[in-house]
């Protein structure tokens, strides 16, 4: 593992400790391991994800697959679903959480501590409970066998296109500049999209 991708990395890269980030961690493992990648050190591994909740951080620092690269790809679809390509073979995989795995299998009672924490109703004592609780719940989650948390098949969409670099034009409303495959154009007016919109 190089070391910047290990668990740690990606907590202090989120910001904080959650089940979540610690199932888009595994979904990146899971993922590149059924394609035989490793991280995308430039953009030959290509992710494709359809929320955009805690676990995409734990899969940008496992799989090497950021915005800013251009090789991780949002669809705004509310599904623990993530999609990897690799670009040298073409090979696909989907990467599906299970259904039938929740911390409840881990730990019946970290819900509804958690809920107390957050709803500001646990004292000192349940607040270094839940601390040790919720890492021994990502510790879990590190741990357990892919199987135990996705199903993995085969890609059912295709590889998005390669990350270009596109050309900036001068939005004729606001002066802003914007990339020319955002433009809108408006009453023979080229525009920026947020300007378009009024
Ligand atoms: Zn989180
Ligand atoms: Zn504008």
């Known amino acids: ?83 990897f390509f690799d670009r040298r073979t073409g090979k ?13 299998r881990i730990d019946p009672g970290f819900g509804e501590l958690r809920r107390r924490v957050h709803a500001g109703e646990a004292d000192e004592a349940e607040r270094a409970e839940y601390d040790r609780r ?9 741990a357990l066998p892919a199987d135990d948390l996705f199903t993995v098949g085969p890609a059912t969409m295709p590889l998005p296109p390669e990350a270009e670099i596109h050309p900036s034009e ?6 802003e500049s914007v990339a020319a495959h955002r433009v809108r154009e408006v009453d023979g007016r080229r525009l920026c999209i947020p300007c378009a919109g009024r």
């Open 170 to 175: 001068t939005c004729a409303a606001c002066g």
């Open 1 to 83: 593992m190089s070391p910047n991708r290990t668990f740690e990395d990606a907590v202090l890269f989120h910001g904080h400790r959650c089940p979540g980030l610690a199932l888009g961690y595994r979904a990146a493992e899971t993922g590149l391991a059924a394609l035989g990648a490793g991280p995308s050190g430039d953009e030959e591994v290509v992710a494709v994800v359809e929320n955009d909740a805690c676990g995409v951080d734990g899969l940008q620092v496992r799989s090497g697959c950021t915005f800013g690269k251009g090789n991780l790809v949002f669809l705004d679809h509310g599904k623990h679903v993530y999609t």
């Open 134 to 142: 919720l890492r021994a719940v990502c510790e879990a989650i590190l």
């Open 92 to 104: 696909g995989v989907r990467v599906v959480s299970r259904q039938d795995f929740s911390t409840a």
